[in-house]
């Protein structure tokens, strides 16, 4: 069985795959990873503090980025959690305003 690692950090999301070079996915810092089965759920900001959420998959790199409602997406955060079922996301975004959403996706 061959391992991938997703690596959150200041300086973005990384895959690290088992062979090769890891490559960036997202930039901006990255404040929470929630974990599924065959999938992972992503919560970061961009360089000016505004939010992102996403999906990635466990076998490929790469990010499918969540529409933010508009006044989510125009806040500036300074970190967050999320955490997923089969249904969705629950995520708290906390900086100088803060929020609580759900994001669905599909599965």
């Keep these: ?22 490559s960036l996915v997202q930039s ?5 990873i929630a974990t599924l089965v065959d999938a992972a759920v992503v ?12 999906t990635v998959s466990s076998t490929q790199p790469g990010i499918t980025l969540a529409a933010l409602p508009s006044d989510v997406a ?4 300074t970190g967050g959690e999320v955490a997923v079922n089969d249904i969705g996301a629950a995520v708290a975004f906390a900086g100088p305003s803060s929020a609580i959403a759900f994001a669905s996706f599909e599965r």
């Design 28 to 32: 901006g810092s990255v404040y929470s």
């Design 74 to 77: 125009s806040l500036q955060v």
């Design 43 to 54: 919560l970061g900001a961009d360089s000016a503090g505004h939010p992102w959420l996403g």
């Design 1 to 22: 069985m061959l391992f991938r690692s997703l690596i959150g950090m200041r300086a973005g999301l990384w895959w690290y795959p088992p062979t090769g070079a890891p």
